[in-house]
């Protein structure tokens, strides 16, 4: 069954609903959960259908992995990887989050299905939960696997990195726990639509129907939803399945996602942020402050100040504008640096 409404608290999930669809008033793109198994939903695909394969398989598979042979998880990675290769456009994308644990196993998965190259990226959290003993958890993994002639979004150089502050304040679903009597997390691994949003914009072509396997909250969905990408996402979990619809319904929501989606649409952003923190390695100051999201903010201030450049990154200019702007900007730090250098 497939509904087309605007949900609410007052007006919940229908108890037999399987699947949702939204549509985006503005950017026309359309936005579908389905309640279900991926492996099922991929036996029944047609081939060819989708542009990318955007998910975040669970963090509990392939760990048993011992050198030859797979464990005994229900959750089959490699299969799910040869059928989404057949789900998957001749020239798809696959891309998961994964754990470290992980990573070489599904490289290696992945490298049979995708010719054109498999690369991983990490995610770098800027407040990642505090450990009262022991190492914080202050990166997460991504693996890009990509077909010749795919549409891989990316520009030469395009950093294979995220520096962006983990799911925090309202943005992370939560409900009551009547044995914690206090309200607690939905989900254990929810990812925050700014990071997605920024992996979005490098990897995904703006025509492209996202295809997600592991849904979990949605998250991946309300990122695909503001930033203009067709998506369709499969979860299991029916209780996750009706947060991740009813968040659609929650405008207050939805306007809090659109807000940190818009956070992180900067064109050139992330190329500019590791120029510019090459070039500031001597003056300790300000680097401290630019190697944080908002220290970004107070750095670019402190550009115009300098230099009276106007910034054009959020401008929509040229390349061209934005190469000069990363040439002065580079002239006054780096005299800035000399400068401090010299005894
Ligand atoms: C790492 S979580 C995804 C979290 C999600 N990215 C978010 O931000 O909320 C993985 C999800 O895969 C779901 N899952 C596990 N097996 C599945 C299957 N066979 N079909 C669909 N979903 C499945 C789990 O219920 C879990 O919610």
Excluded at 275 to 292: G, P, Q, V, W
Aim: hydrophobic share 40%.
């Amino acid at each position: 069954m497939s509904t087309n409404v605007s949900l609410t608290k007052e007006h919940p999930i229908e108890k037999s609903a399987k699947e949702f669809t939204y549509t985006h008033p503005k950017l026309g793109v359309t936005c579908r959960f389905i309640n279900g198994d991926s492996f099922e939903f991929l036996r029944n695909c047609p081939p060819g259908s989708y542009d990318v394969v955007f998910t975040d398989i669970p963090y509990n598979v392939l760990i048993g992995y011992k050198g030859a042979e797979f464990d005994e998880d229900p959750f089959d990675v490699e299969e799910l990887v040869k059928l989404a290769a057949k789900a998957l456009k001749h020239n798809g994308i696959f891309i998961t989050f994964c754990a470290s644990t992980q990573l070489e196993r599904l490289e290696t998965i992945l490298a049979q299905y995708f010719d054109g190259g498999v690369r991983d990226g990490v995610w770098i959290k800027t407040n990642p939960d505090p450990k009262r003993i022991g190492l914080t958890n202050a990166k997460e993994n991504i693996v890009i696997a990509w077909r010749k002639g795919s549409t891989l979004h990316v520009r030469a150089n395009h950093w294979n990195a995220v520096i962006s502050p983990i799911c925090s304040g309202n943005e992370p679903l939560k409900e009551f726990d009547p044995v914690e009597g206090k309200m607690v997390k939905v989900h254990g691994t929810q990812k925050p639509i700014e990071m997605l949003v920024r992996w979005i914009n490098r990897l995904v072509s703006e025509e492209a129907h996202v295809l997600d396997l592991c849904a979990g909250t949605g998250a991946i969905g309300r990122a695909c939803y503001h930033s203009g990408r067709h998506y369709t996402g499969i979860e299991l979990n029916r209780h996750f399945f009706e947060q991740s619809v009813e968040a659609f319904g929650d405008k207050k929501y939805m306007e809090l996602c659109r807000k940190r989606a818009k956070k992180a649409e900067m064109k050139h952003g992330d190329i500019m942020l590791k120029a510019i923190r090459r070039i500031l390695i001597n003056n300790k100051d300000i680097s401290e402050k630019a190697a944080t999201d908002e220290g970004w903010e107070e750095a670019q201030g402190l550009f115009k100040k300098l230099s009276g450049y106007k910034f054009l990154m959020h401008s929509g200019k040229t390349d061209i504008a934005n190469l000069w702007a990363l040439i002065a900007m580079a002239l006054v730090f780096g005299i800035i640096a000399i400068l401090m250098l010299k005894p």
